[in-house]
């Protein structure tokens, strides 16, 4: 089978001149009488890093579901790779759903399935993107070589700490090769130095792969190690945006509350 077309086209930012993978603007979206997300912005581009820090409740995680289509925001515009997410048909999405990866706080690994079969799982949902693939294993391997885990192919998750868990869902995602990776919380729950692994382990698939990623953390040692660029989510708004360094030495009160430990 002739591997599917890619449908994404790259169109490039008019101020910096970099190409914009995501594109997000004047984003509403309200919950009753709740309103979380009051026009906010988001560019993420080419091979960037890019981390969105808010307080617990913010939005991040509506405004991620927007982003890749789940939930239909009240008004804005939102496009991945040029494609407006809300001109597109189901089968469009997922097309393009199959270049995003996710690393979510909950995306656990099957418990009754080996580390082989977890990683084999997205390519069965995603053959017409891979085409005819007779023998999985050499991209099984690569992925968990990526991750250093090329020995655990045969072990059951039960089998695995928390940090090689991470790791394996890391490589199913990275199973697909996608061109923009979604983390949600990357390091939660790792103690750190295992979270110290996995930040590493982000910063070697990025230059790897060439992969953007957007990144929502409360880890200001995460931020601070793989952001290029920081977005803080305050009030439904992109209320403050700059490197780590220039938020870290911002004077503003409600950014200052973000780096205080
Ligand atoms: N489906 C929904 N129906 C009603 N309210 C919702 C829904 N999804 C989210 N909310 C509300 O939207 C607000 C933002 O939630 P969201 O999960 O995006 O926060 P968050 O910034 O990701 O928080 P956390 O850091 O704790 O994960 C919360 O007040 C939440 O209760």
């Keep these: 089978m002739k591997k599917q077309e890619n449908i994404t086209t790259i169109k490039k930012d008019s101020r910096t001149e970099r190409e914009v993978i995501i594109d997000i603007r004047d984003l509403y979206k309200s919950f009753g009488k709740v309103r979380v997300l009051n026009g906010f912005n988001l560019r993420l581009h080419k091979g960037e890093n890019l981390v969105v820090m808010g307080k617990s409740g ?76 007779s023998d ?27 940090g090689m868990k991470r790791r394996v869902a890391l490589a199913r995602t990275l199973i697909l090769k996608p061109k923009i990776i979604l983390y949600d919380e990357p390091t939660s729950g790792l103690d750190p130095i295992t979270s110290k ?18 990144i929502i953390t409360h880890d200001v040692d995460c931020a601070r ?18 490197t780590y360094e220039e938020l870290i030495t911002s004077t503003d009160p409600k950014v200052e509350a973000f780096f205080k430990k």
């Design 58 to 133: 913010s939005g991040k995680s509506v405004m991620i579901k927007c982003l890749i289509g789940l939930i239909k925001p009240d008004s804005g515009y939102i496009s991945v790779m040029n494609n407006e997410i809300k001109t597109l048909n189901r089968d469009t999405l997922d097309i393009l759903r199959s270049d995003i990866g996710f690393l979510f706080q909950g995306s656990a690994l099957y418990d009754s399935m080996t580390v082989r079969e977890n990683l084999e799982f997205p390519m069965r949902r995603h053959k017409k993107r891979l085409g005819l693939v």
């Design 197 to 214: 692994e996995i930040i590493e382990l982000m910063l070697s698939i990025q230059a790897k792969y060439g992969t953007s990623s957007l």
């Design 225 to 242: 190690v793989i952001s290029d660029r920081m977005i803080l989510l305050v009030d439904g708004i992109n209320y403050a945006e700059g």
């Design 136 to 162: 999985t294993t050499p991209m099984v391997l690569e992925a968990l070589e990526s991750v250093g885990l090329a020995h655990a192919i045969d072990l059951m998750p039960a089998e695995l700490s928390g």
